[in-house]
């Protein structure tokens, strides 16, 4: 089904609401999609890690961020930690201590401790972060590439800043108010929307941009088998 969907000849059922048949025949791989590299090759280990900031906690195993930027500065180190990387992007397979998120809470404004004042975070393996790292710096590269970005992204990509959603959101603002029209505007906060993503909603839209089913499949595995630590 999930080719079929892919390669648009997928026939939804006649009971499928009609926003679901939209969103399926959206679903359907551009022409020409580029391919997304299928492992974590020692070079694109190390340019992520040059990136990665120093300080950046990692998860239960406090292996923090600073001992695989160390690492990458040595060939033989980097080979084998880009391997240990691959495994999972290759095959899907997700390692036991990558299913152990350690939970935190941060403060949102510099002291203010009430519970409506904290935000929470899971903090999983360094590793594991760098291959979903990978898995969205290239799907936003084949989009880019195939030009199938929505024309109102603008987060993560070269030349545009998500602060000019903004001076578009100011922009017609007035221009509703100069033309004394109505207009309904929705700005929509959606709070801890990030674990109510669809799952097989997220595996089509990725697969579209390119990316390969394993890869994908061991980021949903190492989400779905989560134990949370406190």
């Known amino acids: 089904m999930e080719n079929a969907v892919l390669q648009g000849y997928y026939a939804p059922p006649p009971s499928a609401s009609h926003y679901s048949k939209l969103f399926l025949k959206h679903c359907v791989a551009p022409l020409g999609l580029p391919t997304s590299n299928d492992q974590v090759s020692t070079a694109d280990h190390c340019k992520g890690w040059k990136r990665a900031k120093e300080r950046t906690l990692g998860g239960r195993s ?18 084998l930690d880009a391997s240990q990387q691959s495994v999972g992007y290759v095959t899907g397979f997700s390692f036991p201590w990558w299913q152990q998120g350690l939970d935190i809470q941060l403060l949102k404004r ?3 401790i009430g519970t409506t004042s904290l935000r929470m975070i899971s903090c999983t393996e360094p590793d594991q972060i760098m291959n979903n790292e990978k898995i969205g710096k290239d799907a936003m590269w084949n989009g880019e590439r195939a030009k199938v970005l929505a024309w109102d992204n603008y987060g993560g990509r070269k030349g545009m800043r998500a602060v000019e959603v903004n001076q578009n959101w100011t922009l017609a603002n007035d221009h509703i108010r100069g033309q004394q029209a109505r207009a309904v505007i929705i700005s929509n906060d959606a709070k801890g929307c990030f674990d109510r993503i669809a799952h097989v909603v997220a595996i089509l839209a990725l697969r579209r941009l390119g990316i390969p089913r394993t890869a994908i499949m061991s980021m949903i595995i190492t989400i779905l088998q989560m134990q949370h630590y406190i």
């Open 62 to 79: 406090w292996i923090i961020f600073a001992i695989y930027k160390a690492e990458a500065t040595d060939p033989v180190l980097a080979a």
């Open 110 to 112: 510099s002291g203010k």
